[in-house]
């Protein structure tokens, strides 16, 4: 998996000044829980009881965090489901926001009665 790398510049003329691109949970996965403990892909997946493939798709951004696999990453890692939820739901947010950025810029909020 490649390493987060954020190009500063990038970051502000895409996002603005306090914002960066999106992080897949997955990413934060490997980086904060599974690299720190030395853990590769096929162990956290057998340790798991969960298919390599679901675990290497998660680690690759190529699959969401459903609600079953943050309560078991929860359970593993001593953390609360809603963490990783939240950063799936973070995550998509951004992407959704991105991908329809030019249409919500035309849309006017509705005025107060």
């Known amino acids: ?5 954020r190009d500063d510049d990038r970051a502000r003329q895409e996002y603005g000044p306090r914002e960066f691109p999106p992080i897949h949970p997955g990413q934060i996965l490997s980086l904060e829980f599974m690299e ?37 990453l ?9 963490y990783w939820l939240d950063l799936q739901a973070h995550y998509d947010l951004a992407r959704a926001r991105d991908a329809i950025q030019g249409h919500l810029a035309k849309i006017r909020p509705m005025a107060s009665a």
């Open 1 to 5: 998996m490649p390493e987060i790398v």
């Open 74 to 82: 929860a359970r593993y890692f001593s953390t609360q489901p809603q």
């Open 36 to 72: 720190p403990h030395g853990l590769s892909q096929s162990q956290l997946a057998r340790d798991l009881k969960l298919p390599f493939r679901r675990v290497h798709e998660i680690v690759n951004g190529k699959r969401s965090v459903s609600a079953e696999t943050a309560f078991i």
